[in-house]
């Protein structure tokens, strides 16, 4: 039998054992090389695809080359002595000297939590596991620096910079409706609820009410909000994403733009007119200006040029009418504005009505009148504009001004969808029309009658259609691309909708006057986010959080401090169904940080964001401490059973 003396002499050795054993590490699988690539175009419009690199070539310009391939883009490129050089992808090419627009080769660099400049050719990077390139079609400033990097970041690679998608206002994301299943819904604070429509960029999500301009996590959770951003007493001007901003006119007749990181405003500009429409930014003779139309009651409008990096004026011209609700249209330097016409006091509309095309030095070019109002945004797509009049004719212009063709409709306010030869439009009366654009004709292909107006813009998205509408009981629905009705959904409580959808990473976001946003998708599709785990929450110690999850994902880890403006991002490690990453030492004080999951098709999903409170560490038992301590214990108890 052993005594109480050996007993203690036995676990003072143990002790001694374990303090000498190594510490556990992960031994990770190795994995097969994934990444990302992001193409952005001029007209602000991103793609991205996640392409799996064969073993034996792994640099970043044969990940170009998958990328260009999956998104069937045309892509050309040149060697020299410097390796591989692009010319062009899809149909920007490289022009130096008229517009100075080339195509920028960017990596992302996770320390400084920004996109930058590759240093190396993309025939020289050869890529990791997890890394993110991108190629932008910009011009450069005075430092050689490209004006604006794209708007998607690790783990959210579905933009959508502007109301309508890019500065050609198409309309098309090709982003997928997962499904109509609220994942969350996110309470604004206006008693009329959101009017305006989303935009997405920056791994977030930007929307106005009349009380507030929030940024939004893809879980639903606040990070910003900013009462300068108000979209007015109605709330019904939508804001855009350009080069770090988030631009917004509002009903107290100022422009703004906010850092979209942290929602401080960078400038304020007073037009002295209503803006019901959500500015556009491009970059004129080597500098980005916004472009913005305003509305006046019994008096035209005008549309004011700023420059973007400082709010001061740029030109300012009279328009014809006032602009109301369209946005402005850019393409190939020209600026077409929609013309709603004069309101009076009454609240009619008198002409003019029509298309002013503006150049972007403010040279006004042509005039297109109308029979009616117009009072929905300018589509330009190759060399073609669309638009409708309230009248209910669907029109087709040459960049001239020329009339191609003219169809009749029911009254309208939605903006035209274009993609291919193909037209999507809803009316005032509840139809959804398909329209083929023959060239000097078009022919309607289908129908569909849906339960109330559609005055929001439709939306075309990888083969499927989106339809709102703005009725007591406003209904979403989506159809495939020969009209079959796939499903329909009803946001609870009922109310009007006059936003318009837009898809965010794996989200199908509608912003209903019942004062929500919803995000809707299908849980079956979305990866799987199990427990959490937080370590070493102590000052100066490295912070271990962990996932569990039963696929393998790229897994993305984003903090910040309480002082800091920004989120960092971390890959996290994967090994036998956890993902770990770790969050360098903090000072004492809080941090938040979130986590984000993306599948090998790009389907996203975000946990909470969360809270930790770093406190100052308990004194630490050193292993020699530790073995005295309980060393003392035990001949306390010997002796104790002694002297028993």
């Not at 952005?40 to 799996?52: L, P």
């Not at 274009?418 to 439009?425: A, D, P, S």
């Not at 090994?575 to 098709?601: K, R």
Request: charged share 15%; aromatic share 14%; with cysteine.
């Amino acid at each position: 039998m052993k005594t109480p003396a050996k007993i203690g002499v036995a676990l003072i050795i143990v002790l001694v054992m374990l303090t000498l054993v190594p510490p556990f590490t992960h031994a990770f699988a190795s994995q097969e090389v994934r990444v990302t690539v992001i193409i952005s175009f001029g007209n602000q419009e991103e793609r991205s695809a996640i392409v799996t690199l064969p073993s034996d070539n792994t640099t970043a310009i044969k990940a170009t080359e998958l990328a260009c391939e999956a998104l069937s883009l045309y892509l050309n490129y040149s060697w020299s002595s410097y390796g591989a050089f692009v010319e062009q992808i899809g149909w920007e090419k490289n022009d130096y000297y008229d517009t100075g627009y080339y195509w920028h080769f960017l990596v992302w660099d996770n320390d400084s939590y920004e996109w930058k400049t590759s240093y190396v050719g993309a025939s020289s990077l050869e890529l990791r596991d997890g890394d993110i390139i991108a190629w932008m079609y910009t011009v450069d400033d005075k430092s050689w620096a490209p004006y604006n990097t794209p708007a998607s970041i690790p783990g959210h690679y579905v933009s959508w910079a502007y109301p309508r998608g890019n500065l050609n206002n198409s309309g098309v994301s090709y982003g997928e409706v997962l499904g109509n299943t609220p994942i969350w819904k996110f309470q604004g604070s206006s008693p009329w609820g959101f009017s305006s429509t989303p935009v997405v960029g920056n791994g977030m999500i930007y929307i106005a009410d009349s009380s507030q301009l929030y940024a939004l996590n893809f879980n639903g959770s606040l990070i910003w909000n900013n009462s300068k951003g108000a979209a007015g007493s109605w709330g019904i001007a939508s804001p855009s994403l350009f080069g770090g901003y988030v631009l917004i006119g509002t009903s107290d007749d100022y422009l703004r733009a906010f850092y979209a990181v942290n929602g401080t405003m960078a400038w304020e500009f007073y037009l002295g007119e209503d803006v019901s429409s959500a500015p556009v930014v491009d970059i004129v003779d080597g500098i980005p200006i916004v472009f913005v139309a305003t509305f006046k009651f019994n008096s035209p409008g005008h549309i004011y040029a700023i420059y973007l990096t400082n709010g001061t004026k740029y030109w300012v011209r009279e328009l014809q009418g006032s602009n109301y609700f369209g946005m402005l249209s850019i393409s190939e330097g020209r600026i077409y504005v929609p013309i709603a016409g004069i309101e009076d006091s009454s609240y009619t509309w008198n002409p003019p009505y029509g298309i002013q095309c503006i150049d972007e030095q403010g040279n006004y070019i042509w005039n297109y009148s109308t029979d009616s109002s117009i009072r929905s945004s300018i589509v330009t797509y190759g060399d073609r504009i669309y638009f409708v009049s309230v009248g209910g004719n669907l029109t087709v212009l040459d960049k001239n001004g020329n009339l191609l063709w003219k169809l009749k409709i029911g009254a309208s306010t939605s903006s035209p969808t274009v993609v291919g030869n193909m037209i999507y439009i809803g009316d005032n009366e509840g139809n959804v029309y398909a329209i083929q654009n023959l060239g000097s004709s078009a022919n309607i292909l289908w129908e569909q009658k849906v339960n109330g107006p559609v005055q929001s813009s439709v939306l075309y998205a990888s083969g499927k259609i989106v339809v709102i509408t703005n009725t007591q009981n406003a209904t979403v629905y989506l159809f495939t691309q020969d009209g079959q009705l796939v499903w329909s959904y009803e946001p609870k409580p009922s109310n009007y909708i006059l936003s318009s959808p837009v898809i965010g990473d794996s989200y199908l976001l509608i912003a209903s006057n019942n004062g929500y946003l919803y995000a809707l998708s299908s849980p079956e599709e979305l990866p799987v986010i199990g427990d959490i785990a937080v370590e070493n929450v102590y000052i100066g110690e490295t912070l271990r959080i962990s996932l569990t999850s039963p696929e393998y994902y790229q897994a993305i880890l984003y903090y910040r401090n309480t002082t800091g403006d920004t989120y960092h991002a971390v890959w996290m490690d994967y090994s036998n169904g956890e993902y770990i990453g770790y969050i360098p030492p903090q000072e004492e004080g809080n941090v938040y940080y979130y986590i984000t999951l993306v599948n090998s098709n790009g389907v996203e999903r975000s946990t909470d964001i969360m809270e930790i409170s770093v406190v100052t560490p308990i004194p630490e038992l050193t292993p020699l401490l530790m073995i005295l301590v309980v060393g003392m214990v035990c001949i306390i108890i010997i002796r104790s059973r002694a002297c028993g």
